[in-house]
């Protein structure tokens, strides 16, 4: 979202500003449909939905810039070919649109899980350090955004785009891996059965089995 209008202007679009708003747009509709489904779904299921779909966007992201002739200096003011329109090979012609639509399905899944499920983490943590614990989440959460915010640019000179987007790919892969081994389903449950939930370890098991007794 912060380099959006750069990784467009990269690509060609006549309005990058424009072109990004639409990644916007889909952030905003895609939140609002969070919030109404996600206590009918259950956090665990739909993080673990929705991060392979952010995932499967990243990596066609990579395959539309391998398609993509780049310069060297990504920070230019045009960076567009000049050659003529024609002269450009069809598939690099098509290959910005594959990343814009890759790009809004990673943003659409992002904000139906991992946007929107880290904000209630204050219902894991009992009452004596849900204060605590919600900050150091916060400052996980946020301290993960200035990493990613700072190693962005870099990561697209050095590694190439294609390279970084895959890159990015592998840590959805591995957050998915640590949701489906370590988190459980809270859904449903009081801030008492939550804590009981977590008394004997990650609860995994535990919260699957209350749900199913559940329906």
């Not at 990784?7 to 747009?25: D, K, R, W, Y």
């Not at 904000?119 to 990493?147: D, H, I, K, Y």
């Not at 370890?201 to 329906?215: I, N």
């Amino acid at each position: 979202m912060y380099f959006s209008a750069t990784i467009f202007t990269i690509l060609g679009f006549e309005s990058p500003t424009l072109t990004s708003l639409t990644v916007a747009v889909t952030n905003f509709l895609m939140t609002c449909a969070a919030l109404m489904l996600i206590d009918r779904v259950g956090r665990r299921r739909i993080l673990l939905w929705s991060i392979p779909i952010m995932a499967v966007g990243l990596l066609f992201c990579s395959v539309g810039f391998h398609f993509i002739s780049l310069p060297s200096d990504l920070n230019s003011e045009n960076p567009s070919s000049s050659s003529a329109h024609d002269e450009i090979p069809l598939s690099e012609r098509t290959a910005p649109l594959l990343v814009l639509a890759s790009v809004m399905v990673y943003v659409g899944a992002y904000a139906l899980g991992l946007g929107n499920v880290p904000w209630m983490q204050s219902e894991l943590f009992p009452l004596n350090v849900r204060s605590l614990g919600s900050g150091l989440s916060t400052s996980t959460n946020w301290g993960a955004n200035f990493v990613v915010g700072l190693t962005f640019l870099p990561m697209m000179e050095f590694l190439t785009p294609a390279w970084t987007f895959v890159v990015y790919a592998v840590v959805c892969v591995a957050g998915w891996l640590c949701i489906w081994r370590i988190y459980p389903e809270t859904k449903g449950l009081s801030l008492e059965e939550t804590g009981a939930l977590l008394a004997d370890g990650w609860g995994v098991r535990e919260s699957l089995r209350r749900e199913e007794e559940t329906g």
